[in-house]
Structure formats: structure tokens, C-alpha cells
């Protein structure tokens, strides 16, 4: 068993970090609120605009000369990793690594029709790791969550809409935390370039139940299409990185409340401990006592 010096100065270690844990789940909650806010009003505008886009597909289909559809000749992938530049968030930024890791080994690897997958790393933790590794990084930006607004994000959007549109790379992904609430994240990977064009197999049964489909468009379906991808890029774009800080944020604030709650525990058992090796002690200069009194009576 510990002396109590030990056992003391263990107390004052933990109790110090349980106030330092205490104190940024509460700065964390304060940076979750305005990230979630964020993401659940934005979420309204592009699922609309998504649907848009939807009801313009047979234009997107008919339209061979679109280049945000019809991939180049190059057989390269580019997936994009959005990361957090801080730690202390749980599996956060871990799982994602290990998604990146998974869809390079399986979906784009060698036994894939594409010939490489690089990497576009977004976040300092993400960097951190991939820059210790062989994979092949083509760009990394870590100041985009200092001050994440549209414009930022419209920035890079631009950027891997150029490599696409260039031949640099048939095919770019996503990989992020999609937010949901403060303690769940949903890893997820999402098609960025080509636009992915969903098939309508209840087509028949929708036409049946929708009886006002039949739009006259001004200007045309296909203008309409080639003016809304981009800023539906943009806008995808954007969203990924505010689910991504939403995500950070709860996962870091949910980190803090199970290590501010281990560290209470910690402190109970220890204090618990402390008591135990002071009776112990105080029993034991009774009985030193009791006999140095018995040897001076006999």
C-alpha cells in the first residue's frame, strides 16, 4: 500500500485534471451549440437543392458534354479526409484514418479499376498521420476551421472541381464525421466528383402518384443544370466541413464528460485508499504505543 504522501499528492494530481477536463467540456459545449446550429440550418437548403438537382436528371443523363458527370480518361481517385486540427475528441479523428486506410485497401485498391488513390488532407491530426506514411499527399489545408464560412470552403471546392475537370483525377470522395448529435457521429464517405445520378426504379409508380411533374423550364433544363452543380458542389462541400467541427466538437465534449466523471471516480477511490492507510497507521502507533507501555509495566 501507498504512504500517505503518495496517496496525497495522486489526489491533487487527479483533482487538477478533473478541473482542466471540467472546464473544456464546458468550452466545448459552448463551440457545439454554434456548430450545431450551423449544420441544422444549412441542412434544409441543400437537401432542397439536392432535390432540384434530382428532378433535372434526365437532363444531367442526356447531357455527354456535362464535365462535372462524365469522368476523364485518368484512372486516379482523390480522396479527401477531413480531420480536426486538435485532439482530445475520443475516436474521432481515428476513425477516420481508419476509413481512409479501409477504402484504399478495398474499394480503390488494387483490385479496383483505379490505378492510384492520393490523398487531399484537410486538418492538422489527419496531416499528422498520412504525412508518416508512403501514400502520395497532393495537398493538405489546416486553416480552414479558424474561420469556416462559404467562401473559405468555396476556395477548396473550386480547387478539386479544377482537378476533376482537368483529368487529374476520374473520381473524388469524400471521407468525414457526419454529425447526428453530441454523441453520435456517423463515419462517412461520399461521392464528391463525378455528380452521381440516381436510377428512378419506382419511376412508374411515382409518375402515378405525382400528376404535376411537367415543368416549363426558362431557360433550359440543361443551363439550369451547368449554373446549379457547381454551387451544389460548393454547397456539398461546405456541409461536410460543418458536420465534420459539429462532429469535433461533440465528440470532444463527450470525451471530457466520461474523463471528468473517470477522474471523480478516481478521486473517491483514492480518497477511500487514503483513509485506509491512515487508520492503518493510527492503529499502529496505538498498538507501539500499548507496548511500549507494557514493556515499561512488566
Request: charged share 25%.
Amino acid at each position: 500500500m501507498a504512504n500517505l504522501k503518495e496517496i496525497r499528492t495522486r489526489i491533487a494530481s487527479v483533482t487538477s485534471t478533473r478541473q482542466i477536463t471540467s472546464a473544456m467540456k464546458m468550452v466545448s459545449a459552448a463551440k457545439f451549440k454554434r456548430a450545431q446550429d450551423a449544420i441544422v440550418q444549412l441542412r434544409p437548403y441543400a437537401d432542397h437543392l439536392h432535390t432540384i438537382l434530382s428532378s433535372l436528371g434526365d437532363a444531367l443523363k442526356n447531357d455527354e458534354e456535362n464535365v462535372y458527370v462524365n469522368a476523364k480518361a485518368s484512372s486516379k481517385v482523390l480522396l479527401v479526409v477531413i480531420t480536426s486540427n486538435r485532439g482530445l475528441c475520443g475516436g474521432f479523428n481515428a476513425n477516420v484514418v481508419k476509413k481512409t486506410l479501409s477504402l484504399i485497401d478495398n474499394e480503390f485498391g488494387k483490385n479496383s479499376s483505379f490505378t492510384a488513390a492520393d490523398l487531399y488532407i484537410i486538418g492538422k491530426k489527419g496531416d499528422d498521420f498520412f504525412k508518416k506514411s508512403d501514400l502520395n499527399i497532393v495537398g493538405t489545408h489546416n486553416e480552414i476551421f479558424s474561420d469556416l464560412n462559404h467562401g473559405s470552403a468555396s476556395v477548396l471546392a473550386e480547387e478539386l472541381i479544377n482537378l476533376f475537370i482537368t483529368g487529374e483525377y476520374s473520381h473524388i470522395e469524400l471521407v468525414y464525421n457526419q454529425f447526428k448529435n453530441a454523441a453520435v457521429q456517423i463515419l462517412t464517405n461520399e461521392q464528391f466528383l463525378p455528380i452521381k445520378i440516381e436510377e428512378d426504379t419506382d419511376k412508374e409508380e411515382k409518375s402515378s402518384m405525382q400528376t404535376f411533374t411537367d415543368y416549363i423550364f426558362e431557360p433550359t433544363k440543361e443551363h439550369l443544370v451547368k449554373v446549379l452543380i457547381p454551387k451544389s458542389l460548393k454547397l456539398q462541400f461546405f456541409k461536410a466541413n460543418l458536420d465534420s467541427v459539429a462532429s469535433e466538437h461533440g465528440a470532444r465534449m463527450t470525451a471530457m464528460h466520461k474523463a471528468t466523471d473517470n477522474a471523480t471516480e478516481m478521486i473517491k477511490d483514492l480518497k477511500l485508499e487514503y483513509n485506509k492507510a491512515r487508520q492503518a497507521s493510527i492503529t499502529n502507533e496505538i498498538l507501539e504505543i500499548v507496548s511500549g507501555a507494557n514493556a515499561l509495566e512488566g
